[in-house]
């Protein structure tokens, strides 16, 4: 008899699922959620909402979610308005249906890689053909390089990460502009993280009016601290807008997602009041791992990107055993820690001062006597 493995569709088999571990343990810095618990008003605002909606939850939910849009649309500001601005749950689903509606199968979408692991795999579920750009020393991405690799593939679909997960920095905008100039289908910016930029950095929704291929996509998952409620969204032309509708399911956001969402929107303030704390723990993690000797890209974003390790699966996993939870994004030599609070930042700095040293692996006799190289450290410590 055959099994359901050989039913699966060819190009789906032998993939793995998206899958950052989810350990009980104490410090878990490893998905970039915003580590500060919703405030007790927000909480208290999120209960009337929801219980407003309990009883009629033997109805439908508006499937246009347009009073949610229009929310979303005035805090994004940039002139926008509902019917530029659509809502999914999470950005991933947005994501989703943008690859569903212009990808699929035929045609292809490029990222530069690393970035959000995410891309890739949304184009495999849609059927889309991946193409991994490439970035230069350093992670950097020029503008003459994005655009001569659009050029080169023609792409149906580009994403741009900015701040781009997982090195941490804003994409200068000149690359997506000379991504736009060049780029014959859509071109994504995922701005998940853009709340956490440093001063002065431009968001691609400026470049919106001029630019009817460009979709900025953004969640509340990160700044807003709403990463269960799953709530992301996007901004582009209404054209782009009326194309995801005819791939959406039906009521795919839930009233209760929809009366969520609105409740933390009008608390938009508090909510991002931690923004800035984060910010500072960020900068903070930056200036501790390079004194620490370790490489840091600039980050725009609620988490860092360091490396210079050697072997970095073994820190991890010195980390992990010290109860503190980071993302080994399959990059040599390197880790990403989320931003928290300082309680956090402290616990993953005690934690890598045991698990790691630029010059060699506490405890590790190898090490110590001056014969090993960082990358030669196991870990243990
Ligand atoms: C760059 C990027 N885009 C999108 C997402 C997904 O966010 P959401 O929770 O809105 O699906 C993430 C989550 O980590 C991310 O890093």
Redesign the pocket.
């Known amino acids: 008899m055959t099994g359901v493995a050989d039913l699966l569709r060819e190009d789906l088999r032998g993939r793995q699922p998206y899958g950052a571990p989810q350990f009980d343990v104490p410090v878990r810095l490893n ?2 959620e915003n580590s500060y618990p919703l405030p007790e008003v927000v909480v208290e605002a999120l209960q009337k909402a929801l219980a407003a909606e309990l009883a009629g939850l033997n109805r439908y939910p508006d499937r246009e979610a347009v009073a949610l849009r229009t929310d979303l649309a005035a805090y994004l500001g940039h002139g926008l308005t509902a019917e530029r601005v659509w809502a999914a749950n ?3 689903e947005v994501q989703q249906q943008l690859l569903q509606a212009f990808g699929g199968p035929g045609r292809t979408a490029l990222g530069f890689t690393p970035s ?1 692991s ?1 891309h890739p795999l949304l184009a495999a579920g849609t059927g889309t053909g991946w193409i991994d750009g490439r970035r230069g020393p350093g992670f950097d991405l020029s503008p003459a390089e994005a655009a001569a690799q659009v050029r080169a593939h023609r792409p149906h679909v580009v994403f741009l ?1 900015s701040p781009n ?1 997982p090195t941490g920095t804003a994409l200068d905008p000149a690359v997506v502009e000379a991504v736009l100039a060049e780029a014959p289908g859509l071109v994504i910016v ?1 701005e ?1 993280y853009a709340e956490f930029a440093r001063a002065g950095t431009r968001s691609a929704l400026t470049l919106l009016d001029d630019h009817p291929y460009l979709v900025v996509t953004r ?1 509340m ?1 990160k700044a807003f601290g709403f ?1 269960g409620g799953r709530l ?1 969204y996007l901004a582009a032309a209404p054209e782009v807008v009326a194309a995801v509708r005819l791939v959406r399911l039906p009521y795919h956001l839930s009233s209760l997602t929809q009366a969520a969402a609105r409740a933390a929107l009008a608390h938009a303030d508090v909510l991002l009041g931690t923004v800035a704390a984060i910010k500072r723990e960020r900068d903070r993690l930056v200036a501790e791992l390079r004194q620490r000797g370790a490489e840091v890209a600039d980050s725009d974003a609620n988490f860092v990107l360091f490396g210079g390790l050697g072997d970095q699966r073994s820190v991890w996993r010195a980390l992990v055993d010290r109860g503190v939870l980071v993302r080994d994004v399959g990059l040599p030599g390197w880790l990403r820690v989320t931003a928290g609070t300082p309680a956090e930042t402290d616990a993953f700095l005690a934690a890598l001062d045991q698990a790691w040293r630029r010059d060699g692996v506490p405890g590790d006799p190898a090490v110590a006597d001056g014969a090993g190289a960082p990358d030669e450290g196991s870990g243990r410590g």
């Open positions: 998905t970039n999470g950005s991933n959000y995410m990460c997960n995922d998940a969640t998952s990463a992301g």
